[in-house]
């Protein structure tokens, strides 16, 4: 069955916004990542320092040798966590996406499969859902329209569908995690 140009578009749309709500969110989870490495990284110097200032209060009873102990040890630890702080955002780095969104709504239209009008009502179903703003009841009525989208034979292995489902997963994780909204 052929399918409108009206409809191509439409789905287009909607891939569109799904790979861009899945940029925003790999976006988010890499800011977290970064600044989980540098609250990390600030802790360990705070604790070199104050164990510096401790040999610099110490270095009446016990001599110089042990501020510079002290001054030896916060360069070593502080070399070494800039080290690992640096290897932990390169391997941040990898893991973000290297498709763009346009690659990736041209990669999700060539892949779509022949589609029938019970398909495509589906479909439709789905991109007015994933539309809304995500609340836990519209995240439970996408996952029940991608979980009867995903039974139907012709749809089943599209890789875009995966991708709506890693979103979803995604959103619903966040939604549960996120501190209320007033």
């Given at each position: 069955?052929?399918?409108?140009?009206?409809?191509?578009?439409?789905?287009?749309?909607?891939?569109?916004?799904?790979?861009e709500l899945h940029d925003d969110l790999a976006q988010r989870?890499?800011?977290?990542?970064?600044?989980?490495?540098f609250a990390r990284d600030?802790?360990?110097?705070i604790g070199l320092t104050g164990?510096?200032?401790?040999?610099?209060?110490?270095?009446?009873?016990?001599?110089?040798?042990?501020?510079l102990a002290g001054l030896a040890v916060l360069y070593v630890g502080a070399l070494?966590?800039?080290?690992?702080?640096?290897?932990?955002?390169?391997?941040?780095?990898?893991?973000?996406?290297?498709?763009s969104i346009d690659q990736a709504v041209r990669r999700a239209m060539a892949t779509c499969?022949?589609?029938?009008?019970?398909?495509?009502?589906?479909?439709?179903?789905?991109?007015n859902l994933l539309a809304i703003p995500p609340t836990p009841r519209s995240l439970a009525m996408v996952q029940a329209t991608l979980g009867e989208t995903l039974d139907r034979p012709e749809l089943h292995g599209?890789?875009?569908?995966?991708?709506v489902t890693a979103l979803v997963d995604a959103q619903n994780g966040r939604m549960l995690t996120a501190p209320p909204s007033f």
């Open positions: 069955m052929s399918l409108d140009p009206a409809y191509l578009n439409d789905l287009a749309t909607c891939a569109r916004r799904v790979y989870q890499a800011r977290r990542t970064v600044d989980l490495i600030k802790r360990v110097v164990q510096l200032m401790a040999s610099i209060a110490l270095s009446l009873w016990l001599g110089a040798g042990v501020v070494s966590s800039a080290a690992w702080s640096i290897t932990r955002m390169q391997q941040a780095q990898a893991r973000e996406r290297t498709e499969p022949p589609l029938d009008s019970g398909a495509q009502a589906l479909l439709i179903r789905l991109a599209w890789p875009f569908l995966d991708d």
